[in-house]
């Protein structure tokens, strides 16, 4: 176990790497919130969460991953080239004309994603469709649905948290990033999310409160989430917006703003002290 | 007019610009937005007047609702987000609470056709215009650059009714001065000539332009007309490009079905038909630099003039 998350800390360094090179090569995206999703998403799919397979990326029994915060895009990106759906050189080519990795997750181009996003709010409805078809076939894979925090001032996140609640849909499960910050500002001042576990609970799901950085957390509220019975589960991830590169940590500019190559340079930096640290 | 086609500002930075000099004049005024006013650039507005600026969250059917009931209240909200996720989110709220009652609501929908660039297709709003326009009672206008945004917007204001503006994110070439007159409702005859009329609207204008300045040289007479605003369309001004040129080409930073060509169609088909040709999208398009998507998905001077010698047939 202290190895597995060993190696996942190790894992999620070269994301952030990734991420970061991807970004800074595009001149364009989000930083912000792909680098606080690195820890779930890597814990997602190197850390046993997800039954997947890259060979069989089609496999019916598969685990749906939905990346409802579409802009967080080089995060999946980054975690599929390093499960080995895609080739690593291709992660050079986000955002740029021809590119399957399109500026947000785009099933259209990129056929082994479970769905194109973009428009915010959508994910989890999605997911409650491929729940109740799952039921339906007597399949035992679950929806694990990435939000954001902005993304949860749109209505349809609470219709569809509303739904999934009452018809008791546990093989649903939610991670809310909650980071604090949207485009505009932090959330405090746009729209208080808070108490948010209450709300969540209110809508009868089954709430585990993480410290979304903390890999070894992450991990288990996962496998807890996976597991639990008669509700679905929503992990409220705490989160830091630009996490892991000191300069981006609670800095909105980098919501929407991608890293010059100076700003790349002391970030693969301070991931290379971050790995240095753990090995 | 101008003849130069020198970038000047995006018509969305036009747009918070002037929003903060009419709201100052009238105390109404009211700017909602919905967690994009950095994009949208409503910002200007709630940076000087920040008391009449409201920013609801990423809430865009919400906040559609909420403009029609500070309308109904005496207000003029203008409410803005990205052109698609505002059209798209807001549809019902929009039909339901602003059309039906006729109430005085301005929306503003930015980053509007492919030119969004890399952001992708999720962003890119391209139904936005067919949408508005299916909206009994609406206004829906396109303004091609920053003058046309300074002179159009205070008429919006005046207008008592719903209005759909549509901006652009990159820079826009300047084709007005302030010593040109635009009046909303009135299509803008660009340039005169007698062998085509090329209708275009936004970002195309300058496009239209630039093609009616290449046809020129090889002998094809153009009439270039901005159709800013789309709806109602200046139908008397379609008629007589119907009469006087010999065919109509529309050019529109937008899906085919619903928009420029499907509204100017309909009056040259009841009034004086000629014949027509449409430049637009068929599809969605995808991330890329955006020079790169107008060049691909045939939306510049060079795939015009190509439609235009077509047209009036001329061998390309
Ligand atoms: C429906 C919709 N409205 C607006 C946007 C524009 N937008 C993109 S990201 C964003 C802020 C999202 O905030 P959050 O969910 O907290 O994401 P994170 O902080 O994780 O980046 C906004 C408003 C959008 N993509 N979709
Ligand atoms: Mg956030």
Not at chain 2, 49 to 78: C, D, H, L, T, Y
């Amino acid at each position: 176990m202290k190895n597995q998350i060993k190696e996942l800390k190790l894992t999620a360094i070269r994301i952030r790497e990734e991420i970061l090179k991807m970004l800074a090569e595009s001149k364009s995206g989000h930083p912000g919130g792909s680098l606080s999703a690195v820890e779930i998403v890597t814990a997602l799919y190197f850390g046993g969460i997800l039954k997947h397979d890259p060979q069989n990326p089609d496999m019916p029994e598969r685990d749906r991953f939905i990346l409802s915060k579409g802009h967080a895009a080089p995060v999946l990106y980054a975690a599929l080239a390093e499960a080995g759906y895609i080739d690593k050189t291709l992660l050079s080519t986000l955002r740029k004309f021809g590119s399957p990795l399109q500026g947000h997750p785009d099933k259209r181009k990129l056929p082994l994603l479970e769905a194109s996003t973009g428009s915010l709010g959508q994910g989890i409805s999605l997911a409650i469709g491929m729940a109740h078809a799952a039921l339906l076939n007597h399949e035992s894979h679950q929806m694990f649905v990435l939000i954001g925090d902005g993304e949860s001032n749109e209505g349809q996140i609470w219709e569809s948290a509303m739904y999934a609640g009452h018809h008791k849909l546990d093989n649903v499960n939610v991670i809310l990033d909650f980071n604090g910050y949207q485009l505009d500002d932090a959330n405090r001042v746009i729209l208080d999310l808070d108490p948010i576990a209450d709300k969540w609970q209110a809508n009868n799901w089954h709430v585990i409160d993480v410290n979304g950085h903390d890999m070894e957390a992450v991990h288990s509220a996962l496998q807890l989430a996976k597991a639990f019975k008669g509700k679905p589960t929503v992990i409220i991830a705490r989160t830091i917006k630009g996490a892991g590169i000191s300069f981006m940590e609670n800095n909105n500019k980098f919501h929407g703003v991608a890293p010059t190559q100076e700003e790349l340079k002391q970030g693969l930096a301070e991931l290379q002290e971050a790995r240095a640290v753990l090995v | 007019m101008r003849n130069d086609y020198i970038l000047g500002k995006a018509t969305r930075l036009a747009y918070g610009e002037t929003l903060v000099e009419i709201g100052k004049q009238n105390k109404n005024i009211v700017v909602l937005d919905a967690d994009l006013s950095k994009s949208t650039m409503s910002n200007r507005f709630q940076a000087t007047i920040p008391e009449r600026f409201f920013n609801v969250g990423i809430s865009e059917a919400n906040m559609v609702s909420m403009a029609a009931g500070f309308a109904s209240s005496g207000k003029i909200p203008f409410a803005s987000s990205f052109a698609t996720f505002l059209m798209s989110k807001g549809f019902d709220q929009m039909r339901q609470s602003i059309a039906y009652p006729n109430l005085n609501v301005k929306l503003c929908g930015s980053h509007s056709g492919i030119c969004i660039g890399e952001d992708g297709p999720s962003q890119m709003g391209i139904e936005d215009i067919a949408l508005a326009c299916s909206l009994p009672g609406f206004t829906v206008v396109c303004p091609a650059d920053e003058e046309a945004v300074r002179q159009l917007l205070p008429q919006i204001v005046e207008h008592n009714g719903p209005v759909y503006i549509r901006t652009s994110r990159p820079k826009a070439a300047q084709i007005y001065e302030s010593s040109d007159t635009l009046t909303l409702g009135k299509a803008q005859i660009l340039r005169d000539g007698t062998d085509l009329t090329i209708a275009a609207m936004g970002m195309m204008v300058v496009e239209a332009l630039k093609a009616a300045d290449t046809l020129e040289k090889i002998g094809v007479s153009v009439r270039v007309v901005d159709f800013h605003t789309i709806k109602p369309v200046d139908k008397a001004t379609i008629v007589s490009c119907a009469k006087e040129t010999a065919a109509i080409l529309t050019v529109e930073e937008h899906l085919l079905d619903g928009g420029l060509a499907s509204i100017i169609a309909r009056t040259v088909a009841e009034t004086h038909p000629v014949k027509m040709a449409f430049i637009g999208l068929d599809d969605y398009a995808e991330s890329g630099a955006p020079d790169e998507l107008l060049d691909r998905y045939g939306l510049r001077a060079v795939d015009i003039i190509g439609k235009a010698k077509e047209l009036v047939g001329l061998s390309n």
